[in-house]
């Protein structure tokens, strides 16, 4: 069972994860948050991380892709962990917010 862990901010390249979307390409780069719509709205949202090209790239961003390309993405129904409580995962779609974790 995969553990995923909630975003600290914009610049976090240690808690991301990859999403298969149903797409051609598998696993669109992520992030965990929770309070999308509204600041307590009680939501986990799987939210993907707009993709960003540079002339060049930092160490840290480098291990970021080699990580991601080694895991599996997670899928549509997976199941995964959360502060030591399951989840399913149920994707939306190629949006902003691409999936909701649902308590089970």
């Known amino acids: 069972m995969r553990t995923l862990t909630?975003?600290?901010?914009?610049?976090?390249?240690?808690?991301?994860?990859?999403?298969?979307?149903?797409?051609?390409?598998?696993?669109?780069?992520?992030?965990?948050?929770?309070?999308?719509?509204?600041?307590?709205?009680?939501?986990?949202?799987i939210m993907q991380c707009a993709a960003v090209l540079s002339d060049s790239y930092s160490a840290v961003e480098e291990a970021e892709r080699t990580r991601l390309h080694a895991e599996t993405p997670v899928e549509n129904g997976d199941i995964v962990l959360v502060d030591n409580a399951q989840y399913r995962v149920r994707v939306n779609g190629d949006f902003s917010d691409c999936a909701i974790l649902e308590a089970i």
């Open 6 to 45: 909630f975003s600290t901010g914009s610049f976090d390249r240690d808690n991301t994860f990859r999403v298969n979307l149903g797409r051609r390409y598998s696993g669109f780069r992520c992030k965990l948050f929770s309070g999308y719509q509204t600041e307590n709205d009680n939501v986990l949202w």
